[in-house]
Every structure is written in structure tokens, then in C-alpha cells.
């Protein structure tokens, strides 16, 4: 009260009180506790209760894990703590743990699994890089132009026209996305951008200035078909695949490709063609209202039926179409939901400033949904790796099926729970990755939602 | 084209240009059985500013929403631009590119930056160079006076500077035409004058607009013609003088009794 109001020209000016921190919270960590553990006696005992529940969980595992734990045998029977009782048979786990993680491949050429591992990481690493640009195409090409060359690397053998083709496409834009990270790493410039200036054309027509970009591409790729045009690698026939590398090849491939043939589904579902719109709802119904197991069955079993003798198509293919088949019914469903979250008032301000169809669907609706709907395709995309356990049932031997086959091989008659300890370790750790990387998404696109 | 006239208006067109640019011929609409516009006839000259007035449900958003088809018409002809709007998408693409629509929710792009909302057209549908499309925005940008936000997101911004990123937006395609359906409704009183000050130096600058909007104030002040609608038809079409002072038909008096009496 110490000023006097200030008068201008005979009114009151007014002037707002300055903003003040917010007052301190009641924090420390005996505080939290005394609020969120021990606040009244309800609270108390439960909390009591609880730990208690924990410590005995926990002992118990920890006795199970590594008190009674063998990590040294070359048998089951050599893993007995006493002439009555079985220890906690690591060994096994140890012996068999490159099969369950490759399956029945050939020793001497697991190095293709790794590289082609390695190279899907270098692929996918510099979206996490924040001077990289056109991350976009970087992410796009690694599910569509590496699995490619993944796939020739896990096959080997010839190479039909296609395949060379593809493999080297595939070898060029692994090689060209590499040097467009260092190159945005060192000049904070794109390769585009870098290949314009350093061959002398910015200076020209905006129109001229992709023509150094593909006379250039178009050089790197004849250079690199002719250098692996006599490269060739063992063939690895898929019966012989298996463990976590099938299930993540088969729920990859359906992974990758969910989610174009569910958005096409649910754009055709929402569509004015009446043919367009009864097609597509036919064919996510039927999909969705069939179990993945009987889907499965059918391609294995039923399809080869149809087919003109002497076609021969081969399990590990049809369970795969028959998965993607699949997961893109459920995704189209998915995606339809995030659509429908986009106002009228997107569509009509698209409409009214003359962008044609695919064009406020690409650039405006599907950025936004896609947005709205990554815990959902990320929870179909968890589901999706999980159902592939299914395809043990149909004899092919993924990550569960390798697992079983332990119990039955004679060394290890019998052993059962450690092995499937590590497949829940194995799958706990793949599926909190993607729910990680999905939540890092949310975050990193949820910009234009700060207010 | 034959309109019903009388000699009042015509005194004013000829004022504005006697170029038609938007002619309504028998017009009907309706929405399942609602019958929302009724036999409309309507031509709009060059460069003129009309204001569109009614109360709620009176057909007034849906006449300028079936002017570039974001509505359908059922019967009559709508020529914009010299071009017959019909279902041929070519006709509704060029009648599109020349008309400009600002909407009472704004509807800017919320994951695209105000720079980005302006930019998206006129690089996707006009085939401008980003740079080249940039620079007119910001141009536009500071004509609406914010283009210090340019790097923002809509969603940081106040209803008034959204509405006139809208504007800005809008501008960006050049439009012959601009159609504002009710473009000060949703925002708050503080805010209102900004967007009108935009409007008024747009409508100054010869641009022809039509406007649905309840601001009388806007309408004296700049409109050369209002129309008073009601039950899908126009009630009345006069000089806002005329208009305000000595309305002809007692249900326009109702009306202006009604949102000028507070």
C-alpha cells in the first residue's frame, strides 16, 4: 500500500500484480512416502502387505535363478544338485542359445544374419540423429528397399533378374544413405544439396539442379550392380531358418507391411465407391473374424490345394502373406479410429485451398491420425510379434519353436522352464523396445500439440 | 444473366464493376428433406464486398460453402468465374484455385507451422518452388502483421492471430475471391478488431468478398451490398444504409431489433 495509485489523465491506470512461483509442494523423499505408502492404516497394512508379497516373489526367483543355479554341464543329468532334484539348468540355456536365436541356419553363414542386422541398425540409427535430414526417406527406405537385400542375404543362392536388380538398389541407397549422414554430420547439409554445390550448380535454374543428383545416382548404381554382379552366397533354403530370427522376419515383413495395406484398407472403407467400400469391408471382416491359427492352417494346409500341380509354395511364404493378410485388417481398423478423430475442418480447409484427394489425405489427414494412433499401431505391432509364437503350432520352428525343441532333444530331455524364461527375457526386451520408441515418437511429434 | 434487380442495387454496381464474377441462377439445396436454400438468385460484381446477415439455420454458411463446393447443389446453376460449377472435378479444381475461404473454427493445419500452413498449397497445387512460396508468405504474413510468428505452431497462437494466419493462408493462392463464413464468431471480443482490421484493409484493397458475419459495425463500414436471409431465401438485399436505417421487409426490422437491441 506504500504507492499511492497513479492517476493518467484523471483514470486509474491499472496495473497487473506481478506472477509469483508457484508455493513449495510438501516434497522429500519422507513426505512422498508418508503421502503415497503410509497415509492412514488401510494405506499402512497394504503397503506392508505388499512388500512382503514382493520380497517373498523375489527371493524365491533369486533362489531359482542363481542359488540353485548349474552353469556348467554338458547334459541335464549333469545339472542335479542332489540324486533327487534338478538345479537350475543354465547350461542348457548356454548350449542351445545360439539355436534359439538362429535357428537351424548353417553355422558358417550366421556372419549374413549379423550383417544384415548390422546394416538394418546403420540404417535406422540416424533418425535417432538430430542433424540428419530427410529422415523420412532414410526411414522409408529401410523398410522398403532393405528388406531386399536382407532377404537375398538370408536366401543366398542365384539371383534372378528381379533380385539383382533389387540387391543392388538396395546395396546403393545403404551405401548413399550412409554418406548423406556424414555429410549432414560434418556440413549440416544434405547430400542433395552438397552434390549440387560441389558439382557447381546452385547457381543455376532450381529446375536443372536435380540432374547431378540422378546422372550421379544412376553411376553409383551401375558401379554397384557390376562390382556385385558375381557376388553370390550359399543358399540357406527357409526350413532351415528359425528362432528369433524367424519370428522377427516374419512379424517384420508383417510389421512393415500392416500398415500401407491398412491404410489403403481403411481409406477404401471410408470411401464413396460402393464397390471400393463393400470390398474392403468384406475383406477386413472376414480377416478379422477368423482366429490367426485357423488363417494359418489354411495357408499351409488348404492353399497348396488351389494351386496348379507342381507349384510349389513354401510354408514359411504363405505364413507370412497369411500374417500380413492379417495384421492389415486389424491396422486398417485401427487407422480408420485416427481418422475419424480428424475434424470435418481439416477435410474442408484441404478441400477449399484446391488439394486434391491423395494429396489432403497425405499431407494433411494421415500426418495428423498417424499421430493420434501410434500407441495403438505400436499395441498391434507388440501383438503382432507375440501371435507369431503361433506359427510353433504349424511346425515351423520361430523363437517358441526352438524353445520346445530343447525339452525333446536327448541331452537335454525334459528341460523346460529355463529355456522358456529366456523366450519371455527375449520377447519382454523386444516388445518394451518398440513400446520405448513409441513413446520417444509421441514426445518427438507431439510438437504441435504444445500449447 | 437476368437477376431480379431494382434500381438501387444496380446504382451500386455500377459503382463497384459491372463484370459478374458470381452468378446464382435459381439455386436450391437441401439436406436429406430439409429444404436449406431456396430458389437463390445472386450475382456478385468484381471487386464488390457483400455481407450475408440471418439467424441460425437460415441457409447463410451453406450459400458460400456451395459457392466451391464444399456443398452440393441440387438445382440451379452456379457460375464462378465464368466457370459452370458441376461434377466435373476439372471445373471444381479451377473454380477452387480462384476462390479463397476463411472458416469460423480457422481449420489451420495443427501439425504444419503458420510458415508451413501458408506454403502447402501453393507448392502442392500451383507447383511453386518452397522458395518461392515462402517469401510470398511472409510477405502475406506481414500484411496480416505476424510475421514474426511464422516458426510457430497454430496451436501457440491466440484465436485472432489464428484466424489471421487464416486469412494469410487464404491469400496465399491469390484468390479472385475470398468467402469468410463467419470469421469472428469463435473468437473472443479483444480479438475480434484484429481480424477486422485485416478485413477492412482486404476489402479496401479491392478484393471481392463475401461475408457471413453478425458485425454491423464491419457491415456499414465497408459492404457494398447486405443480404438479409431467413428460411433458406434471401429476405432482403439493399445498401447498408438502406439496410440499417429503413429496412423493407418487417422481418429484416425483427432481426436488427433483435442483435442490436444489447
Not at chain 1, 131 to 138: F, H, L, M, P, Y
Not at chain 1, 272 to 294: D, G, K, N
Not at chain 1, 398 to 422: C, K, R, Y
Not at chain 2, 43 to 65: F, H, N, Q, W
Request: charged letters at 15%; a negative charge.
Amino acid at each position: 500500500m506504500a504507492d499511492a495509485p497513479m492517476t493518467s489523465g484523471g483514470l486509474l491506470v491499472f496495473k497487473p500484480k506481478p506472477s509469483l512461483p508457484p508455493p513449495p509442494a510438501t516434497t522429500g523423499v519422507i513426505g512422498w512416502m508418508r503421502f503415497n505408502l503410509f497415509d492412514g492404516i488401510y494405506s499402512s497394512v497394504t503397503t506392508v502387505i505388499g512388500v512382503l508379497l514382493i520380497g517373498y516373489i523375489a527371493i524365491g526367483f533369486y533362489e531359482w535363478a542363481f542359488v540353485r543355479a548349474v552353469w556348467e554341464a554338458s547334459s541335464r543329468n549333469e545339472c542335479r544338485i542332489s540324486p533327487t532334484e534338478f538345479g537350475t539348468c543354465w547350461a542348457g540355456v548356454e548350449f542351445w542359445f545360439t539355436r534359439f536365436i538362429y535357428g537351424r541356419y548353417p553355422d558358417a553363414e550366421i556372419w549374413r544374419i549379423d550383417l544384415a542386422a548390422l546394416i538394418f541398425v546403420l540404417w535406422m540409427a540416424p533418425l535417432w540423429l538430430p542433424r540428419v535430414t530427410a529422415k523420412v526417406i532414410v526411414g522409408l527406405s529401410a523398410v522398403m528397399v532393405f528388406p531386399f537385400l536382407a532377404g537375398y542375404l538370408f536366401l543366398g543362392g542365384e539371383r534372378n533378374w528381379f533380385m539383382a536388380i533389387m540387391v543392388a538398389l538396395s546395396l546403393t541407397w545403404f551405401i548413399g544413405t550412409m554418406v548423406h549422414v556424414a555429410i549432414c554430420l560434418v556440413t549440416n547439409q544434405g547430400l542433395g544439396r552438397w552434390i549440387i554445390q560441389a558439382t557447381g550448380f546452385a547457381s543455376r535454374d532450381d529446375r536443372l539442379q536435380k540432374y547431378p543428383i540422378i546422372i550421379l545416382s544412376l553411376i553409383a548404381y551401375f558401379v554397384v550392380y557390376f562390382l556385385v554382379a558375381d557376388w553370390q552366397t550359399v543358399e540357406v533354403v527357409p526350413n532351415q531358418w528359425g528362432g528369433l530370427f524367424l519370428t522377427l522376419v516374419i512379424s517384420g515383413v508383417g510389421i512393415a507391411s500392416a500398415l500401407p495395406i491398412g491404410i489403403v484398407l481403411a481409406l477404401g472403407r471410408r470411401s464413396q465407391m460402393p464397390v471400393v467400400r463393400v470390398l474392403c469391408v468384406a475383406f477386413i471382416e472376414l480377416f478379422r473374424s477368423v482366429p490367426l491359427i485357423t488363417i494359418l492352417f489354411m495357408a499351409t494346409t488348404m492353399f497348396p490345394l488351389f494351386l496348379p500341380k507342381g507349384v510349389v509354395f513354401n510354408n514359411l511364404a504363405s505364413v507370412i502373406v497369411a500374417v500380413c493378410l492379417f495384421s492389415a485388417a486389424y491396422m486398417a481398423e485401427t487407422v480408420r479410429g485416427g481418422l475419424q478423430a480428424i475434424s470435418r475442418g481439416q477435410y474442408e480447409a484441404a478441400e477449399a485451398m484446391g488439394l486434391s484427394y491423395w494429396q489432403s489425405m497425405g499431407l494433411i489427414v494421415m500426418p495428423q491420425a498417424l499421430k493420434l494412433m501410434i500407441p495403438n499401431i505400436v499395441g498391434s505391432f507388440i501383438g503382432l510379434l507375440k501371435d507369431t509364437t503361433l506359427v510353433s503350432i504349424i511346425g515351423l520352428y520361430d523363437l517358441l519353436g526352438m524353445i520346445n525343441a530343447v525339452s525333446q532333444d536327448p541331452q537335454w530331455i525334459g528341460l523346460h522352464h529355463e529355456p522358456l524364461f529366456t523366450a519371455a527375457v527375449l520377447y519382454f526386451v523386444a516388445c518394451l523396445a518398440m513400446s520405448k520408441y513409441s513413446q520417444h515418437l509421441e514426445r518427438k511429434l507431439g510438437a504441435g500439440d504444445r500449447r | 444473366m437476368n437477376l431480379k434487380t431494382d434500381g438501387m442495387v444496380d446504382q451500386i454496381r455500377s459503382a463497384v464493376s459491372d463484370e459478374v464474377v458470381i452468378a446464382l441462377n435459381q439455386v436450391n439445396k437441401w439436406y436429406g428433406e430439409f429444404h436449406a436454400l431456396k430458389d437463390i438468385d445472386l450475382s456478385v460484381y468484381k471487386g464488390e464486398r457483400i455481407v450475408i446477415c440471418g439467424p441460425s439455420g437460415s441457409g447463410k454458411s451453406t450459400l458460400i460453402r456451395c459457392l466451391n463446393r464444399l456443398e452440393e447443389h441440387q438445382r440451379g446453376d452456379i457460375v464462378v468465374n465464368g466457370v459452370t460449377l458441376d461434377t466435373n472435378v476439372k471445373n471444381i479444381d479451377a473454380i477452387r484455385s480462384d476462390v479463397g475461404m476463411v472458416f469460423q473454427s480457422f481449420n489451420l493445419f495443427p501439425h504444419l507451422t503458420v510458415l508451413e500452413n501458408c506454403t502447402l498449397a501453393p507448392i502442392w497445387v500451383k507447383s511453386k518452388s518452397k522458395r518461392e512460396a515462402e517469401e510470398y508468405a511472409m510477405e502475406l504474413l506481414t500484411r496480416v502483421k505476424i510475421p514474426e510468428q511464422a516458426d510457430k505452431y497454430p496451436g501457440q497462437l491466440s484465436g485472432g492471430q489464428q484466424q489471421r494466419v487464416a486469412i494469410a493462408r487464404s491469400l496465399c493462392m491469390d484468390p479472385e475471391i475470398m468467402l469468410f463464413d463467419e470469421p469472428t464468431s469463435a473468437l473472443d471480443p479483444e480479438m475480434i478488431s484484429e481480424v477486422l482490421d485485416v478485413m477492412v484493409e482486404l476489402a479496401d484493397s479491392g478484393m471481392t468478398m463475401l461475408c457471413v458475419s453478425h458485425e454491423m459495425g464491419f457491415a456499414k463500414r465497408v459492404a457494398d451490398r447486405v443480404i438479409f436471409m431467413d428460411f433458406g431465401e434471401i429476405v432482403e438485399e439493399n445498401t447498408p444504409e438502406e439496410f440499417f436505417e429503413n429496412p423493407k421487409s418487417d422481418r429484416t426490422r425483427l432481426f436488427l431489433s433483435q442483435i442490436l437491441a444489447h
